[in-house]
Every structure is written in C-alpha cells, then in structure tokens.
T-cell receptor, first 110, second 117 residues
Framework: RKEVEQDPGPFNVPEGATVAFNCTYS??????FFWYRQDCRKEPKLLMS???SGNEDGRFTAQLNRASQYISLLIRDSKLSDSATYLC???????????FGKGTRLHILP | GAVVSQHPSWVICKSGTSVKIECRSL??????MFWYRQFPKQSLMLMAT?????????EQGVEKDKFLINHASLTLSTLTVTSAHPEDSSFYIC?????????????FGPGTRLTVL
C-alpha cells in the first residue's frame, strides 16, 4: 500500500462547480498534512496546511480525519485558474520527511 | 522572501555526459536542502537530503555514486548526474529548509528539466 494515495483523475469540472479531492495515508503516526498545487512543468506550491479541526481559506476548505487517516480538499465556485494538479502531502514523522501523493489533475472547463 | 533558485531550468545532454544542477537559497541560509525527482504523471520522490558541511543522505534505491551531492555553503547545494542515460530524464526539484526550520516548511526551487538523448 502506498503511503499517500489519491485519485489520479483527471477531474473535468465546469467553471463555478464545487470540487472535492480525497486522500488517504497509511502511517498513523503522521502529524502534519498539506495540500500543494502543481502547475504543469512547475514546482509544487503550498496551498494550505490541514488541521484536525478543519480549516478554510477563501474558496478552499481542508479537513482531516485521523481515525480514518483521510484528508480532503474542497474547492467552491471553481475558477479556470484552479486548473492544476493537487498534491496531498504528509509529514512522515518517524524520519521527518514529507511524502507526496501522485496528485489529482483538475481541469476547469469554461 | 524565502526564494529558492535552480540553474539551469532545463538541460539537454548526450548519453554518458555529466550534468550539474545548482540549488540556491537567495535570501536565507539553508543548512538542509532536499533533492526530489519527478517522472511524468508521478509523484515527487525524495532522492536525498543534503546537509551543509556533511555527506548527503540518500534514499533507498538512489545510487550515491551516480547522483553526487555537494552542499558546500549555507546557500548552495549541487546535484551532479554522472554518466547520464535516457532513463535519468526527469524533472529535478530542490527544496531548502531555513536554519532552524522544520521539514513542514520547505521552499521549493522552480525545478530543472533534464533530457538525456
């Protein structure tokens, strides 16, 4: 089982729709969780950290369920500029290294 | 702040040659830098951890004699792909940790796309 698993997509979604990404992680000792965004042929950029209480940043909402080892990202009112690959990232505390999921590709359609 | 640069941004080379990629932290000191590799439609995979003034730590399956890492200063780490082959063609990305920072806060360089003919 991979340490961080995501649906590879692609998700083709009309502009204005709500999109949900899911991610599961295998190491129950993991402590820090993140969503990154990666545009084609670019480096990943931190979108937001994910906290147990859930957190929101504008149109983006991230949630963590430690019991299920599950992380989610919700994008509301999607924009064309949201088209990218969304990477789920987990800090593997045992050696303090971050592990990337393969990412989910999102295409927002006009 | 917290800008990391990589040079070159892309490189094409012949099989058998060596390629050096530089990673610089422009406005902060980084005692630790990480080197990642990303194949098309795959996740970023950590190759090695580069520590200033000491030997790099390589992940399982990464050949240390093929991927030479030098972290000679607090702002520069280099990755040299020796005797490159077409299967080494990939997107190489570095990240840097500010002094005293945690791995939760890594600043990524823009990446170097290597194509080996």
């Amino acid at each position: 089982r991979k340490e961080v698993e995501q649906d590879p997509g692609p998700f083709n979604v009309p502009e204005g729709a709500t999109v949900a990404f899911n991610c599961t992680y295998s190491n129950s000792a993991s402590q820090s969780f993140f969503w990154y965004r990666q545009d084609c042929r670019k480096e990943p950029k931190l979108l937001m950290s994910v906290y147990s209480s859930g957190n929101e940043d504008g149109r983006f909402t991230a949630q963590l369920n430690r019991a299920s080892q599950y992380i989610s990202l919700l994008i509301r009112d999607s924009k064309l500029s949201d088209s990218a690959t969304y990477l789920c990232v987990v800090n593997r505390r045992r050696d303090d290294k971050i592990i990337f999921g393969k990412g989910t590709r999102l295409h927002i359609l006009p | 702040g917290a800008v990391v640069s990589q040079h070159p941004s892309w490189v094409i080379c012949k099989s058998g040659t060596s390629v050096k990629i530089e990673c610089r932290s422009l406005d902060f000191q980084a005692t630790t830098m990480f080197w990642y590799r990303q194949f098309p439609k795959q996740s970023l995979m950590l190759m090695a951890t580069s520590n200033e003034g000491s030997k790099a730590t390589y992940e399982q399956g990464v050949e240390k004699d093929k991927f030479l890492i030098n972290h000679a200063s607090l702002t520069l780490s280099t990755l040299t792909v020796t005797s490159a082959h077409p299967e080494d063609s990939s997107f190489y990305i570095c990240s840097a940790l500010p002094r005293g920072g945690s791995t939760d806060t890594q600043y990524f360089g823009p990446g170097t796309r290597l194509t080996v003919l």
